[in-house]
């Protein structure tokens, strides 16, 4: 019996602490959870201030960890902002602990005289992420389709300044810089700083210059998605190098077709020309590669890159190689650590297109580089603010570790 009573209490003992700990181990998990997801909200919402992004990572702490029976009170989190020598805020740390009763060692002090008293247990857990700096480069189509509502166009552009807004709100003017290029029938360069090509690049601060920007375009003719996306590459090259701490972005925005290719043209004499412009039928227009006027020429063939010979001047050749020209300018981008995000709107859009320049795990032929990209599109024009912010979204969660 006396052995018996021994066991017993053994036994006892370590099914307590079976269950107890066990009790234990599963709150300082839901824990963990609760104050990754704190951290990484606060240092995704640096731009909006400390405080606000003090509020959003409490929120999102409550939100993960809920309410337990278990818990003596409510863990409070403890929010940390660290800033380097010029007050930027780099990096956030969050920290909580909780303190649970027990419900079988807890009688253990009844048991062992004058032993600790087992009533609670305290857990703790903490995060801490770092905010990489942004380098990135909006490409914007403004070509005729956007002004336009359907079945005409995609009426895209009444909501492209409302999304590009808010945005660009998810970013810091002091700890990021941003960059614009606009492109319908030629690029322009809207908001960058230095010289174009030698020493453009992204700029900071930029929020109010892009909002502002966006929100006095005007819409006209055709599609040169390679001109807007090599310029992109040229300013994004001219900016620091991609690293561990720098991550280089340019975001593709287009509502219809790559229509329109920059080469030398036998007029003659032989003349540099942008020359397509049409989604469909057999025509095509020349323009001036600076102004974007219209202009004439007597050439009949040009050099397609992606059939690797000279074909006929007509609509379904220009576009073909206006699509593979596009594509391969993101693939130069990759090849210098640059990612790439493409959005569509208007139910027309060309996905596979979309796909390839932002190398999205679903396009055609799909090879993994390291700097992949998603494409996302807004079939309803409504819908592109939201659109934008997932991708803002998906950014933010790659500059947080």
């Known amino acids: 019996?006396?052995?018996?009573?021994?066991?017993?209490?053994?036994?006892?003992?370590f099914a307590g602490l079976g269950i107890d700990l066990g009790f234990a181990y599963v709150t300082k998990a839901r824990l963990s959870k609760a104050v990754d997801s704190a951290c990484l909200a606060a240092v995704r919402n640096i731009s909006a201030g400390t405080v606000s992004a003090g509020a959003i990572a409490t929120n999102a702490f409550f939100a993960n960890y809920g309410v337990s029976g278990r818990d003596v009170a409510p863990p409070v989190p403890t929010i940390t902002f660290t800033t380097d020598s010029?007050?930027?805020?780099?990096?956030?740390?969050?920290?909580?602990?909780?303190?649970?009763?027990?419900?079988?060692?807890?009688?253990?002090?009844?048991?062992?005289?004058?032993?600790?008293?087992?009533?609670?247990?305290?857990?703790g857990s903490d995060a801490l992420a770092t905010r990489n700096?942004?380098?990135?480069?909006?490409v914007l189509?403004?070509?005729?389709?956007?002004?336009?509502?359907?079945?005409?166009?995609?009426g895209g552009g009444?909501?492209?300044?409302?999304?590009?807004?808010?945005?660009?709100?998810?970013?810091?003017?002091?700890?990021?810089?941003?960059?614009?290029?606009?492109?319908?029938?030629?690029?322009?360069?809207?908001?960058?700083?230095?010289?174009?090509?030698?020493?453009?690049?992204?700029?900071?601060?930029?929020?109010?210059?892009?909002?502002?920007?966006?929100?006095?375009?005007?819409?006209?003719?055709a599609t040169f998605s390679q001109g807007g996306l090599t310029n992109a590459l040229v300013m994004e090259n001219n900016a620091p190098p991609a690293t561990t701490n720098v991550f280089?972005?340019?975001?593709?925005?287009?509502?219809?077709?790559?229509?329109?290719?920059?080469?030398?043209?036998?007029?003659?004499?032989?003349?540099?020309?942008?020359?397509?412009?049409?989604?469909?039928?057999?025509?095509?227009?020349?323009?001036?590669?600076?102004?974007?006027?219209?202009?004439?020429?007597?050439?009949?063939?040009?050099?397609?890159?992606?059939?690797?010979?000279?074909?006929?001047?007509?609509?379904?050749?220009?576009?073909a190689d206006a699509t593979y020209r596009a594509i391969q300018v993101a693939n130069d981008m990759r090849a210098n650590k640059i990612?790439?995000?493409?959005i569509g709107v208007g139910s027309g859009i060309n996905m596979p297109f979309l796909q390839s320049v932002a190398n999205d795990t679903n396009a055609v032929g799909y090879v993994a580089t390291g700097y992949d990209g998603e494409a996302l599109v807004a079939n309803n024009p409504?819908?592109?603010?939201?659109?934008?912010?997932?991708?803002?979204?998906?950014?933010?969660?790659r500059l947080s570790r």
């Open 1 to 13: 019996m006396l052995l018996f009573v021994l066991f017993m209490v053994v036994l006892f003992v």
């Open 86 to 123: 010029i007050n930027n805020t780099i990096a956030v740390e969050v920290s909580a602990t909780v303190t649970i009763n027990t419900f079988f060692i807890r009688v253990l002090p009844t048991l062992v005289p004058n032993g600790p008293s087992w009533k609670t247990l305290t857990v």
């Open 133 to 138: 700096s942004l380098i990135m480069t909006l």
């Open 141 to 154: 189509d403004v070509s005729g389709s956007m002004g336009s509502p359907p079945p005409n166009g995609s």
């Open 158 to 221: 009444q909501y492209l300044p409302t999304a590009v807004e808010t945005f660009i709100g998810n970013f810091s003017d002091t700890i990021d810089k941003a960059a614009m290029v606009k492109f319908h029938e030629i690029q322009e360069n809207v908001v960058f700083t230095g010289v174009f090509p030698s020493t453009a690049q992204p700029t900071q601060p930029f929020r109010a210059a892009i909002s502002n920007a966006v929100a006095a375009f005007t819409w006209s003719d």
């Open 248 to 319: 280089k972005v340019v975001v593709f925005f287009t509502d219809g077709l790559a229509n329109v290719v920059q080469d030398t043209l036998s007029c003659p004499p032989a003349k540099l020309v942008n020359f397509g412009g049409y989604d469909s039928g057999t025509g095509y227009n020349l323009y001036d590669p600076v102004t974007g006027a219209q202009i004439s020429c007597g050439a009949s063939q040009f050099y397609s890159q992606s059939a690797g010979g000279m074909v006929a001047l007509n609509r379904a050749d220009i576009s």
């Open 339 to 342: 990612t790439v995000f493409s």
């Open 382 to 397: 409504a819908d592109l603010a939201s659109v934008f912010q997932a991708v803002a979204s998906k950014i933010l969660l």
